[in-house]
Structure formats: C-alpha cells, structure tokens
C-alpha cells in the first residue's frame, strides 16, 4: 500500500512538472497576430542576424550575424557583423574585420565615449566562448582586444559599460550534455550574470531561468536582464562604481524574452519567442515555424506600460530575438532566418 501510494505521489508530481513545462512554454497560449504598422522591407542577405545595437547620431544598425543551422552540424557559421545605413536607401553591407581567428557573433552591444565607437561582440569559435572588442572607423571593425574566462561557460548578450568593463549572461549553467536539456525542460535556474571589472570576471546575478539579453540604462544605474524560461525582465540597481548589482522588482511578461533594447525615451524593446517548444523545433527543423512576438515598455509611474507592437504566427518571421526602433521605423532580426524585418510603425 505504501509502495502504491508513493508512486501515485511521483506519478502526479511527474504530471505536475510536465504540465507546468506545457504552460510555462506557451503550449496552451491563443495567438492573435497583428502588426502595428506597415511592412517596409525584407532584408534577406544575412543569415541569423541574432542581435542588432544603434548608433543613434549616425544612423547605422550593427547586426550580428552567423548561420547557426549550419553551427550545429559543425559546418562554418559564416559569422560578421553587418551594417545598415538607415538615412540611405542602400542595403546592409558586411563590415570589414580585423579579427584573424573564427568569428561567429551572437549578443553585442555598441559603446560611444567621446569621438570613439567601440562594438562589443560574444564570440562562439571551435576553441571556446569570449567577448571581442572591435573600435569601428571608415567602415571597418578593428580588433582590439579579447576577453577570455571560465567563468563564460555559455555567453549569450553582453552590455558595455565602458571600453573595459561590461555584463555578460550566461544562458546555462553548463555547456553541453544532459544535465543541460534537463536545465531548458525542467526550468531550473542554473544561469547567470556575470561582469568583468576590468580585471576579472564574478557573478552579479545568479540563479536565473536562461539569462539573456542584457541591457544598462542611459544613466548606468540600473540593468535589465531577460529571463527566457523565466517569461520575464529584472530590473537591477546598479552600482557605477563598483558594477554590483541589487535586485529592484521584475516585470512579468509572460513569454520568452530575449533580446533587450533600450531607445532614446528610456522605453525597452524587447523580442520574445510566445511558444517556446515551437522554437525548440524550429531550431532543429527549418521547416518548423516559430511564432514572433515584440513587446515595448514605457515607463510609467508604477513601472512600466506594456503595448504589444508584433505578434507573428511565424510564417512571415520565425524566431523573433531582438527589436530595434529608428524614426518611426522598427527593426526586427531572428535567431535562425536569414531575414531582417523592417516595419513602418502607426504614428
């Protein structure tokens, strides 16, 4: 009796953790897809443009680029950052790169100090997982220096603070193996925030559900890290001096956040992936479609306004991973695609 008893209990705590997984993956959600806008372009040349930062003042969009379908058959991912000139009518064009070892890019992030423009990129080669800082001049990213550490197990966004230091996410708390698969299933929070000072890498944040994207505030005082399985953002207080962090509150979205912008009004644009096992399948199969989702936060007194700008079934975009905004235009760029969606936003 006792024996039957317990494997009911494990039957049902089984069944609970399934259905939980079902949920917290968007398998039960009711897409209604709309777009806010109008469809200006289909940019086409770049496979996996993953994740994309704005120079403002020029008006140029860097977007990372890398096949990562080819990636995972251990074929060249044909990794470069690309660069749209936005007050041109032309079309992106693949940067010049100093860089001499295997360059595959995912998360970046733009920094401007005085008349220097520097772009920070997490870089995935055969030899292990780092962050490359490039300055950009005439057109070209110089290569400048490369910051390695154990600590990156499995870097994913990375958000400069100055040429220096910076935050990077790690989406697992292991690179590869079964224990990994049961971290995305089983939602357990294995990830983290790490920051390097200068000198050295150590763990700002820990126990996260699939850290993400990563972002710092115009006035460096408070970071946002998405949580993927966990359907949400953190809001951090930071300190400039020293970069530690301290937890603020989270905002709730209930989908699979990814990447995070932040524009010129303080509001945050941040991608998602609404049905998350769908992009588990997409990942594996391109035939499979990935609906995609973009959210814009502004703040607000209590908090932030949520409004959702782009909910695709996945047919005209699969994968959504990051959502940059320029004069009433939107940017939006995938994981996997070769595709990059321009959108002429309602006024």
């Given at each position: 009796?006792?024996?039957?008893?317990?494997?009911?209990?494990?039957?049902?705590?089984?069944?609970?953790?399934l259905?939980?997984?079902?949920?917290?993956?968007?398998?039960?959600?009711?897409?209604?897809?709309h777009?806010?806008?109008?469809l200006?372009m289909?940019?086409?040349q770049m496979?996996?443009?993953?994740?994309?930062?704005v120079?403002?003042?020029?008006?140029?969009?860097?977007?990372?680029?890398?096949?990562?379908?080819?990636?995972?058959?251990?074929?060249?991912?044909?990794?470069?950052?690309?660069?749209?000139?936005?007050?041109?009518?032309?079309?992106p064009?693949?940067?010049?790169?100093?860089?001499?070892?295997?360059?595959?890019?995912?998360?970046?992030?733009?920094?401007?100090?005085d008349?220097?423009?520097?772009?920070?990129?997490?870089?995935?080669?055969?030899?292990?997982?780092?962050?490359?800082?490039?300055s950009?001049?005439?057109?070209?990213?110089?290569?400048e220096?490369?910051?390695?550490g154990?600590?990156?197990?499995?870097?994913?966004?990375?958000?400069?603070?100055?040429?220096?230091?910076f935050?990077?996410?790690?989406?697992?708390?292991?690179?590869?193996?079964?224990m990994?698969?049961?971290?995305?299933?089983?939602?357990?929070?294995?990830?983290?925030?790490?920051?390097?000072?200068?000198?050295?890498?150590?763990?700002?944040?820990?126990?996260?559900?699939?850290?993400?994207?990563?972002?710092?505030?115009?006035?460096?005082?408070?970071?946002?890290?998405?949580?993927?399985?966990?359907r949400?953002?953190?809001?951090l207080?930071?300190?400039?001096?020293?970069?530690?962090l301290?937890?603020?509150?989270?905002?709730?979205?209930?989908?699979?956040?990814?990447?995070?912008?932040i524009?010129?009004?303080?509001q945050?644009?941040?991608?998602?992936?609404?049905?998350?096992?769908?992009f588990?399948?997409?990942?594996?199969?391109?035939?499979?479609?990935?609906?995609?989702?973009?959210?814009?936060?502004?703040?607000?007194v209590?908090?932030?306004?949520?409004?959702?700008?782009?909910?695709?079934?996945?047919?005209?975009?699969?994968?959504?991973?990051?959502?940059?905004?320029?004069?009433?235009d939107?940017?939006?760029?995938?994981?996997?695609?070769?595709?990059?969606l321009?959108?002429?936003?309602?006024?």
């Amino acid at each position: 009796m006792k024996l039957k008893w317990a494997l009911t209990i494990i039957i049902v705590l089984i069944a609970g953790m399934l259905v939980n997984t079902l949920y917290v993956a968007g398998v039960f959600k009711t897409l209604h897809p709309h777009l806010e806008g109008s469809l200006q372009m289909m940019y086409n040349q770049m496979p996996g443009p993953e994740d994309m930062d704005v120079d403002y003042e020029n008006g140029l969009l860097f977007i990372s680029s890398t096949d990562r379908w080819k990636s995972m058959k251990g074929q060249s991912g044909d990794g470069a950052i690309w660069l749209l000139k936005l007050e041109s009518s032309a079309e992106p064009v693949r940067l010049m790169n100093t860089y001499s070892g295997e360059f595959n890019p995912h998360g970046i992030s733009l920094l401007k100090k005085d008349s220097n423009t520097w772009l920070f990129a997490v870089n995935h080669n055969a030899s292990g997982n780092y962050v490359e800082r490039f300055s950009y001049r005439n057109d070209t990213l110089f290569h400048e220096k490369t910051f390695a550490g154990d600590e990156m197990c499995c870097p994913n966004d990375v958000a400069a603070v100055d040429p220096d230091r910076f935050y990077v996410t790690n989406d697992h708390g292991l690179p590869k193996g079964f224990m990994r698969t049961l971290e995305d299933y089983l939602l357990l929070p294995f990830s983290s925030l790490l920051y390097f000072d200068g000198t050295s890498f150590s763990t700002v944040a820990k126990g996260l559900h699939y850290g993400n994207g990563v972002n710092v505030s115009k006035d460096g005082t408070i970071v946002f890290l998405a949580e993927t399985t966990g359907r949400d953002i953190q809001v951090l207080r930071r300190d400039p001096q020293t970069g530690q962090l301290a937890p603020r509150y989270e905002i709730d979205l209930e989908t699979g956040v990814d990447n995070i912008h932040i524009d010129d009004e303080d509001q945050l644009w941040v991608a998602a992936h609404p049905k998350m096992l769908a992009f588990a399948g997409h990942a594996k199969d391109p035939q499979k479609k990935s609906p995609s989702q973009v959210l814009k936060l502004t703040p607000s007194v209590d908090g932030y306004s949520i409004t959702e700008v782009y909910l695709d079934d996945g047919n005209q975009l699969s994968g959504s991973s990051v959502a940059v905004p320029y004069k009433g235009d939107l940017f939006i760029g995938v994981v996997f695609e070769h595709k990059v969606l321009r959108l002429g936003l309602k006024r």
